[in-house]
Each structure stands twice: as structure tokens, then as C-alpha cells.
T-cell receptor
Framework: DAGVTQSPTHLIKTRGQQVTLRCSPISGHKSVSWYQQVLGQGPQFIFQ???????GRGNFPDRFSARQFPNYSSELNVNALLLGDSALYLC?????????????FGPGTRLTVT | GQNIDQPTEMTATEGAIVQINCTYQTSGFNGLFWYQQHAGEAPTFLSYNVLDGLEEKGRFSSFLSRSKGYSYLLLKELQMKDSASYLCAGRSEGNTPLVFGKGTRLSVIA
């Protein structure tokens, strides 16, 4: 079975630009979460979606937004990019919401802002 | 909220046993997770504890004490490929997002 997939793998943008990252969860998984991981740190939670509804939001500015589609895939958008947005963006999927299911991570998108 | 603490770096010898500790402070509790992350790769799930005690999975074991807010990951018969960052993550309740520690970078030396 295919795992969580993310695209693109790498991305280079300049300050002020906008970026869209994509994620496809494991087949049958309905919950998708997005994390930002800066070099040398653990992943920081950005958003969680379940059945196309936002279930949680981390401490990130409104420049960050996301959505989940009927097929459970998801997009993360970041507007007005800053140098500090350079990071590995991880998508994780899990079976359900409401119980403590383990999350499976995709390979990530490495975003570099110059 | 949650706060997860773990050591920044550890070094151990090939074939030895290493224990990576994690302490957490949470307003609620619904699970403690351990992930392995090799440089430049995504985290991969290792273990999950929600009840007190030891969970064993091959060379890896994880322990939880809820009363002490404490967990550890035990790696036996260390191999060079075990050199990686080990992330401790907690969940406060339900399927709320995981809160990760900064990770422990383990170096296995010959």
C-alpha cells in the first residue's frame, strides 16, 4: 500500500511569494495534520483536518491556511513568505479522530525561502 | 498545554544498550509516542504507550509512568543504522495533535 505522499519534494521561493504544498493520505485515512520542522527542532503542529473540517490549529499566523478535499487529500498554503518559513513541512495521516491513533508521516516538502 | 523534554544528544557504542528519557507535563494525557527520524527524512513511528509499563517491540522497548510524567525508549544491541534523532511526542486528549520534543540525536560509534 502507498504511504503518505507529498509534493513537491523541494521548493525554493523568495520572500513575499506564496506557496502551496500538497499531501495525499494513506488510503482509508480521514485525518490529515500538517507540521513544520525547523532544522534541529521537533515538528511543530500547524493544522489538523478531519472529514474536511478543521479540527485544530497551532500557533501560526494567518498567513498559513489549509484545506482538505472530499478525497481526504490536503493542501497547505503559506502567503507572504518570510525567511523564517524555511523548513521541512510534514504531512501526517491517521485513521480517525477522537481516539489516539498513530500518525504516519509523509516524506515532507523542504521549503527554502531566499 | 504540554511541555516535552528530552536530552539533546547521546552517544553509545555498537552492540550496547541505550536509554533515552523523556519527561512531559500535560493538562490531560492520551498517549506518549516515540518516532525515529534519520537526517533529511520523515519521522517513522516506533512505539505508543497509553498505560503504565513496558511495551517491547524487538530491539526497541518503551516505558511509561503516568504518575511521574516520564517515559523512556530503550534500544538494545545497537547498530550503526540506529544513529538518528529520536522524537518523544505526547497527546493530551482524544486525537488532538501531537506535541513533540526537540528530539535526541543518537550517535552510535564502533
Amino acid at each position: 500500500d502507498a504511504g503518505v505522499t507529498q509534493s513537491p519534494t523541494h521548493l525554493i521561493k523568495t520572500r513575499g511569494q506564496q506557496v502551496t504544498l500538497r499531501c495525499s493520505p494513506i488510503s482509508g485515512h480521514k485525518s490529515v495534520s500538517w507540521y513544520q520542522q525547523v532544522l534541529g527542532q521537533g515538528p511543530q503542529f500547524i493544522f489538523q483536518y478531519y472529514e474536511k473540517e478543521e479540527r485544530g490549529r497551532g500557533n501560526f499566523p494567518d498567513r498559513f491556511s489549509a484545506r482538505q478535499f472530499p478525497n481526504y487529500s490536503s493542501e497547505l498554503n503559506v502567503n507572504a513568505l518570510l525567511l523564517g518559513d524555511s523548513a521541512l513541512y510534514l504531512c501526517a495521516s491517521s485513521l480517525d479522530s477522537g481516539v489516539a491513533y498513530e500518525q504516519y508521516f509523509g516524506p515532507g516538502t523542504r521549503l527554502t525561502v531566499t | 498545554g504540554q511541555n516535552i523534554d528530552q536530552p539533546t544528544e547521546m552517544t553509545a557504542t555498537e552492540g550496547a544498550i541505550v536509554q533515552i528519557n523523556c519527561t512531559y507535563q500535560t493538562s490531560g494525557f492520551n498517549g506518549l509516542f516515540w518516532y525515529q527520524q534519520h537526517a533529511g527524512e520523515a519521522p517513522t513511528f516506533l512505539s505508543y504507550n497509553v498505560l503504565d509499563g513496558l511495551e517491547e517491540k524487538g530491539r526497541f522497548s518503551s516505558f511509561l509512568s503516568r504518575s511521574k510524567g516520564y517515559s523512556y525508549l530503550l534500544l538494545k544491541e545497537l547498530q550503526m543504522k540506529d544513529s538518528a534523532s529520536y522524537l518523544c511526542a505526547g497527546r493530551s486528549e482524544g486525537n488532538t495533535p501531537l506535541v513533540f520534543g526537540k528530539g535526541t540525536r543518537l550517535s552510535v560509534i564502533a
